[in-house]
């Protein structure tokens, strides 16, 4: 992950084929990094200076770090992301990097995967000089030369003292950075491992910490996790590879303007996000009190920024500039793109794209932010319908890192070419998919909450779940994302579902009741939970007469074994008809691969990332498992459980439930 990295020796450049030589005579591959880079680099007779321009990251920087001296451009980024990958730093980083930056300083960026540019590199001491890129090189010549003249000092980067810290007050930083990385990531080891290989070379020196560390890289390139999240790497990267798409060639048209109709939570948040990526946005609202509510919301999520110390007070009038207000389409005649983000009312969003139609430019792309509706009902009134397309984002819109672009049948792929674009310049990883009912990411997830209200009703504990689904890695449990989203948008999605795909709906009227108690979620501060001022989470007694009422509704009986579920069970019933969910949505080719089906579940709904995403962690437990399981609760609680074809088919041969991409576009 390199993209200019030269290393300049006193009149002698170093060849990757001697780098290729030294690989191949060793023995231990784990080994590799400690030979080549300590007695190669560090120990050689010759300076090595490092010239970094673009990025060095990984092993790129870790050569570098070997070097003698290192010289960079201001822009250049500089960082150690191992861990995003479930591994450690196996060219010496965890002990090289202490020493040229201190011990907090390089916790932090080994931790927290964050790279430094390099001005604060130079800062930090991790770079020597800072020079602009058509001086790199001759400055690196001439830096070694003085080093090899004595004119400058030459204390190898692995042998330096000056940064690390007294041995007691190091091992007090390691041990708070222990604690940090327990709490905020319960369910993996390497970033501790990471933290037992720096101590390792604090403790009993560098040498002893490059073996530990050269052990643990072999160790965790074989775990579970490493896998799971090489699966989630590659998975992203492939988002924006779209057969029948991508492939034919089209350049992405210039989107000079969009408009915006809905300045409520999602219309603004997408709004910030085009104005944060220098797109002049148009707002449009039904009258004045709601628009300049709408622009009140974008301003506060930049000021947000601005607090943070993530924007200047300059930049963030600049960019605030970029956003115009409207309340009606007359200003819409030369906008590019218009995306709607109102309430999901299928008769309003029909009349809104009627009248887009009317207003807007021939090329005007007419996009959608529906979490639910299908597309090609919210376009049935108009002759638009090649330019008619999903853009679902995911609240806060300019925080979370999804867009589901979805396409009909009659979608040009000039328009799928330009949201990719679109999505790519607003730092969005972008999922295409088709179109039907809750696209991809809701569909498959709709059996996530109604899982939960089927265990609640038959006896589990509401809050024992919560806990349960947390542990495994979800960012909150299904309760709480409930009161999150809101009674009313629950109400409105879970419909949609329940008339779609009435034979495996789990009809429930628990929701409906507490909403007609006034309980609606966080924002009234009572529904599944209760909310202090600082709108902090609590238990609420309250919540069993509703689950009562709500199971004498649907003649559901406590069962006494759902009532004593174990944690491992829990996640099973919650997240297994998830996965027979995504199966369809995969058969039918609403998701061209499944590795689609993962990146959707990690950025849009909060899978964790470590476990691979929806499709790798089933893979992992078998179909044939996954499958029995369904079947035994389909036999007890009915055909909310039952198992679709493609799993029952999967199941049957013993086979992974990621189909070949072929398999899926032969359905498109």
């Keep these: 992950m390199l993209s200019s990295l030269q290393f300049a020796f006193c009149l002698l450049f170093f060849s990757s084929t001697l780098i290729l030589h030294f690989a191949v005579e060793q023995p231990k591959p784990g080994y590799i990094s400690i030979d080549i880079i300590s007695n190669t680099l560090e120990g050689g007779k010759k300076p090595a200076v490092a010239a970094i321009d673009g990025l060095a990251l990984g092993g790129g920087l870790e050569i570098a770090m070997a070097c003698i001296a290192r010289v960079s451009t201001s822009t250049a980024q500089l960082g150690l992301p191992e861990l995003q990958l479930g591994i450690i730093p196996g060219f010496g980083g965890t002990q090289r990097l202490p020493r040229l930056v201190g011990l907090t300083k390089a916790l932090e960026m080994m931790l927290m995967s964050k790279p430094v540019k390099g001005q604060e590199a130079h800062a930090l001491g991790l770079v020597d000089v800072i020079v602009s890129p058509n001086e790199l090189v001759n400055t690196a010549r001439r830096l070694a030369l003085d080093i090899v003249e004595r004119r400058r000092p030459w204390v190898p980067s692995l042998y330096r003292t000056d940064k690390i810290e007294p041995l007691g007050e190091a091992k007090e930083i390691l041990n708070f950075a222990r604690a940090q990385a327990r709490k905020q990531a319960p369910n993996l080891r390497h970033p501790q491992v990471c933290i037992d290989a720096i101590e390792e070379g604090i403790v009993s020196g560098p040498v002893a910490g490059l073996l530990k560390e050269a052990e643990s890289f072999q160790t965790l390139l074989h775990d579970d996790t490493c896998k799971s999240l090489l699966n989630i790497f590659f998975a992203q990267r492939a988002t924006s590879k779209v057969p029948g798409i991508t492939d034919r060639k089209l350049t992405p048209r210039k989107i000079k303007k969009v408009a915006i109709l809905g300045g409520g939570l999602m219309g603004s948040g997408i709004a910030t996000a085009l104005i944060l990526s220098n797109y002049p946005v148009l707002l449009k609202e039904v009258n004045e009190s709601f628009l300049q509510s709408g622009i009140g919301r974008v301003k506060a999520n930049l000021q947000s920024r601005v607090k943070k110390g993530k924007m200047t007070q300059e930049k963030f009038e600049k960019t605030f500039s970029l956003l115009k207000g409207s309340l009606s389409y007359e200003s819409f005649k030369d906008v590019d793109m218009v995306i709607e983000a109102v309430i999901e009312n299928v008769s309003l969003k029909q009349q809104i794209f009627a009248d887009l139609e009317k207003h807007c430019p021939p090329h005007c792309i ?303």
Excluded at 528 to 539: E, G, M, Q
């Design 366 to 668: 007419l996009a959608s932010n529906t979490s639910t509706i299908d597309l090609d009902l919210i376009g049935e009134k108009t002759r638009s319908q090649d330019r008619i397309v999903g853009a679902h984002f995911f609240s806060p819109a300019h925080v979370m890192p999804l867009l589901e672009i979805v396409r009909t049948k009659k979608t040009s792929p000039q328009v799928i070419v330009d949201l990719l674009d679109i999505g790519k310049n607003i730092k969005k990883t972008p999922v295409v998919v088709g179109n039907c009912t809750g696209f991809a990411v809701n569909r498959m997830f709709f059996p996530y909450s109604q899982a939960a209200i089927l265990l609640v009703e038959h006896g589990t504990d509401v809050y024992k779940i919560d806990r349960a689904v947390s542990k495994f890695g979800m960012p909150m449990g299904p309760f709480r994302m409930i009161d999150l989203v809101g009674f009313g948008v629950a109400i409105a999605t879970g419909t949609q579902f329940v008339l779609n795909f009435p034979e495996r709906s789990y009809k429930s009227m628990l929701i409906p009741i507490m909403q007609e108690d006034k309980r609606s979620g966080e924002t009234t501060r009572k529904g599944f939970y209760v909310y202090d001022n600082k709108r902090k989470a609590n238990p609420d007694p309250e919540i069993a007469k509703y689950i009562e009422k709500a199971r004498s509704m649907s003649d559901a009986k406590v069962d006494p074994k759902l009532t004593k579920l174990s944690d491992k069970d829990i996640i099973e019933m919650i997240f297994f008809p998830v996965v027979n969910e995504a199966c369809r949505v995969l058969h039918e080719g609403i998701a061209v691969k499944a590795s689609d089906l993962d990146i959707a579940a990690v950025m849009g709904m909060g899978f964790p990332p470590y476990r691979g995403g929806i499709m790798f962690w089933a893979d992992s437990l078998g179909s044939k498992y996954i499958c029995s399981r369904l079947e035994e609760w389909t036999k007890m609680y009915g055909d909310f459980f039952k198992p679709s074809a493609y799993l029952a088919e999967r199941a049957a041969k013993g086979a992974k439930l990621s189909a070949p991409m072929d398999q899926a576009m032969s359905r498109l």
